[in-house]
């Protein structure tokens, strides 16, 4: 069964650069069937899709976080990442990895990472 | 953007309720809207899709109607393990968005 499980620092500072990877197992990142992505959820509010990738490395990406976010693929490794640019307090989430269709449901999560921004 | 609005944003119910939760999008998305339940502290599930498609595994007593800018998912009748919180998406096109959630409450 397909599993995704997200790492990365679960601090980081105001104006730096957050850097997640989500690696997948039981399955191949590079399926033609699927997209990968991001979603974010801040605590105790709601969910915010931040973009996904398609294994040939076509992004596409929130226009309200575009400016900030690069997501890329590494299908030497069956992982990809997210990276968010000067982060702010507003940036402290959990942050999931997420398996999409080729239309844009989310089929599959990984567990999730508290990710604070703080000083 | 297209805007998804979820109503009401808390429900209390009783098991064996018939539940509806609404969703409204801001422009037509068609019937490209899905619907997920999270339970504290874990991810997402998938239970409907394309307004009206029952994920596989997911019991008959969940059910998704509607097309174009207003959506329902019923629960025919409430059992313990349904209460949490329930998330529209739209992905009619690249931008998707989510509900702000409606969270089912015991009463």
């Known amino acids: 069964q397909l599993q995704l499980q997200e790492s990365g620092p679960g601090l980081v500072k105001p104006s730096e650069t957050l850097s997640l990877t989500c690696t997948v197992s039981?399955?191949?990142?590079?399926?033609?069937?699927?997209?990968w992505g991001w979603i974010r959820q801040p605590p105790g509010k709601g969910l915010e899709w931040i973009g996904s990738?398609?294994?040939?490395?076509?992004?596409y990406y929130n226009p309200s976080l575009k400016s900030r976010v690069t997501i890329s693929v590494d299908t030497s490794k069956n992982q990809f990442s997210l990276k968010l640019s000067s982060v702010t307090a507003a940036d402290t989430a959990v942050y999931y990895c997420?398996?999409?269709?080729?239309?844009?449901?989310?089929?599959?999560w990984g567990q999730g990472t508290l990710v604070t921004v703080s000083s | 953007d297209i805007q998804m609005t979820q109503s009401p944003s808390t429900l209390s119910a009783s098991v064996g309720d018939r539940v509806t939760i609404t969703c409204r999008a801001s422009?037509?998305?068609?019937?490209?809207l899905a619907w997920y339940q999270q339970k504290p502290g874990k991810a997402p599930k998938l239970l409907i899709y394309k307004a009206s498609s029952l994920e596989s595994g997911v019991p008959s007593r969940f059910s998704g109607s509607g097309s174009g800018t207003e959506f329902t998912l019923t629960i025919s009748s409430l059992q313990p393990d349904d209460f949490a919180t329930y998330y529209c998406q739209q992905y009619n096109s690249w931008g998707w968005t989510f509900g702000q959630g409606t969270k089912v409450e015991i009463k």
């Open positions: 990738i398609y294994y040939s490395g076509s992004t």
């Open positions: 422009q037509s998305i068609s019937s490209w």
């Open positions: 039981g399955g191949s990142i590079s399926s033609s069937s699927y997209y």
């Open positions: 997420a398996r999409h269709s080729l239309t844009g449901t989310t089929l599959g």
